[in-house]
Each structure stands twice: as C-alpha cells, then as structure tokens.
C-alpha cells in the first residue's frame, strides 16, 4: 500500500495534478496497485490566507509518506523568492532529496526546435545535486545599503554531498542503457576550489564502474553541444546552479515545459515529483493547459517506487496520446482540452 502526498498547489499545478491522478487510477486499477492519495494545501494561496509556508509539523508528516506528487508553486501575488525558499526549497533541504533528476527525452511527434533533430537524438539524462552549492543561502550583507555594501553568496560543496550525488549518476547511468556515458559538467578552469573536489571525487568513483565511460565538459561548452550535438549526451552530472540552467535548456530541446518532468530525489527517504512548467496564472482555470510534464512526472514516481510496468504503461500511453491524438504540446494548442488529453492517456491504460 503505497501512501502518497499530493500537493496540487497554485495556478494549473491543479489542473495538471488532477489529469495525472486520473492517469494513476487507470494504471492502478490495471495493475492492482494499492494505495492512499493524502491531499495537502501548501502553496500561494495558503501563505496569502494564513501567511503558512511549509510548516515544521508537515515536514515530519510528509516524511511517513512512499512518495510527494506536486503541481505547482507560484502565485503572481507573492513577491518572488518567498514561495521558493520557503516551500520548494525547504522541502528539498529537509527531506534531504539531493538529487534532482531530469530525463531530457523528445517524444515522436513532439516539436524541437534544433533542425534536423529528432528522438534518436535527444535522450539523456541530468543528474543535478540538490542540497548543496550556491542553493544553501550561506552568506550575507555587510553595509547593506550604503555605497560599501558587500554581498557574498558562497557555494558550499562537501565531500559527503558530491560524492552521494556523482555516485547515483555513476549508478544510474550504468543500468540505463547499453551505451553508458557519464559527463561531468563543470567549470575546472575557474571554480578551481568547488570543482576540483567535484572532479576529484568524480574520477575516484569513476574506478568503481569500469562499464562507465566518463568525459568532462565545461557548462559553457555543455550549452552549445546540447543545442548542436545532444546526441552526445548520455548520463550528465552537475551541480546545483549549473544543474538549474542547462535543464532549462534541455527542457527546451526536449518539447518545452508541457512535458518536461523532474523528480527531487532521496533514495533512501521520500521524493517529490513535479512538472516543469510553474503554475502559469495566464492560462489558469481555462483547461487548456498540456498535462503531459505532470504524467511524465507521475510516470518517474512509479519507477522510483519500483514499479516498472505501471512507469512503462504510463509512457506508453505518453507516446500514444502525443504521436496520434495531440496536435501540439503548447498550451490552447493541443486540439484537445486538459482534461480531454487525460482521458485520452487514461482510455489507452484501461483498454491496453
Ligand atoms: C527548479 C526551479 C527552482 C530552482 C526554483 C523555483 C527555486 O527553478 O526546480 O529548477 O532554482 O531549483
Ligand atoms: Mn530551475
């Protein structure tokens, strides 16, 4: 019996997390996979009514639960940063999901807008480190204000942190697939303290997966080869800030954020799994939003919980409902409405 979290949040995170949810009870149904949906009211709404972010006390009770299944956090009325430190974040910090996984995968019949490619070109997978770097909010002002003002924003690596995070990607990358190539993505040449450790410990456990093929790429090169050459591209580790800016640009490459998907991932505790997209005020309560990036989300919930056959039916139904019934992934565009596309996924699970 699996116990699941499910935070809609703002905007059209409740829209997407209700077409996934229906998504989930076709696929439980058919494969008989129990469990309970707990509904939680964290977001903008929340903080704007009560001035509640993520309470202490939701902490501890989120970590009873197998899994946290999220829409979005965002609300136009909130000034940027509070949403984000206090409830994002803070969930990532205190269940300890120092991974932040994100397959980069352009589905048949999907747009990209790199010419001449296609799915055969675009599949690969960033593993960014979640708990740590420049996200750690160690720093301060000294002056604040004044014309002497000094600001200092540190980012903190530790050993410990690195290494958990370079030996997931190391592990996940050799059961992915055939061809198995890991790329750390770095900037030796100038983050000459942060990305020696990173680098050091990348080519200490690199030992221990001989079936791996390791490179390494600076940030700035790994952005001009994911526009030219994704191909290249397997398995990619990075760290926290740079892992942020190129899955947006992956994200990109892969469809846009109507299906782009991440998870923030504590392998021995509770993940989260959310879509791409933000909560999208503009295109809120009209149902047209593309649901796709939260089933893709729920999809990577299934396979960390281990359950394989319900992931595979799930992007089954993905590739099925892209490639025949959607006219595009872009939001008012799909030919379909929000819900219509769920039904459409959930129709294809119960009758496969
Ligand atoms: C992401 C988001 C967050 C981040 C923001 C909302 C704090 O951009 O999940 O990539 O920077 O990590
Ligand atoms: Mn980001």
Same mark, same amino acid.
């Given at each position: ?16 997390? *209700? ?15 129990? *469990? ?34 999220? !829409? ?8 940027? !940063? ?26 048949? !019949? ?64 050799? $059961? ?18 942060? *990305?020696?450790?990173? $680098? ?85 309560? $009209? ?48 030919? *379909? ?16």
């Amino acid at each position: 019996m699996y116990k699941i979290a499910v935070i809609p949040g703002d905007g059209t995170g409740q829209e997407v997390v *209700h077409e996934g949810l229906k998504v989930l009870e076709a696929v439980a149904s058919k494969l008989d996979i129990k *469990h309970e949906l707990v509904f939680y009211d964290l977001g903008g709404e929340r903080y704007k009514k009560t001035g509640e972010l993520l309470p202490d006390s939701v902490v501890e009770e989120l970590k009873r639960f197998d899994a946290i299944y999220l !829409g979005a956090i965002g609300h136009p009325d909130v000034k940027p !940063g509070i949403l984000e430190k206090g409830i994002l974040l803070k969930m990532r910090f205190m269940l300890d999901q120092y991974i932040n996984l994100r397959p980069v995968k352009l589905f048949a !019949g999907v747009e990209t807008p790199l010419k001449d490619k296609g799915p055969e070109d675009i599949d690969f997978v960033v593993v960014r480190e979640n708990t740590e770097g420049l996200y750690t909010g160690s720093g301060g002002f000294l002056k604040y204000g004044t014309a002497d003002e000094i600001a200092i924003q540190e980012s903190i690596n530790t050993r410990k942190g690195v290494e958990r995070c370079v030996r997931y990607a190391f592990d996940y990358c050799s $059961q992915r697939r055939e061809r198995k190539n890991l790329t750390f993505c770095g900037k030796t040449n100038v983050l000459t303290y942060a *990305h020696d450790l990173w $680098q050091r410990t990348f080519d200490e456990i690199a030992k221990e997966y001989p079936e791996v093929t390791t490179d390494y790429a600076n940030v700035d090169a790994i952005c001009m080869w994911m526009v030219k050459n994704p191909e290249w591209f397997d398995v990619i580790v990075t760290d926290n800030m740079f892992g942020d800016i190129i899955t947006d640009l992956a994200a990109m490459i892969q469809g846009g954020v109507g299906v782009a998907a991440g998870g923030n991932i504590n392998p021995e505790g509770v993940s989260m799994f959310e879509p791409m997209g933000g909560s999208a005020p503009k295109y809120t309560g $009209q149902n047209i939003i593309n649901p796709i990036a939260s089933v893709a989300a729920l999809q990577m919930m299934l396979a960390v919980l281990g359950e394989e056959e319900a992931a595979g039916l799930v992007e089954a139904a993905i590739k099925k409902v892209i490639s025949q019934d959607m006219q595009s992934m872009a939001a008012g565009k799909m030919g *379909h409405s929000t819900s219509e596309v769920g039904d459409l996924l959930a129709d294809f699970i119960a009758t496969s």
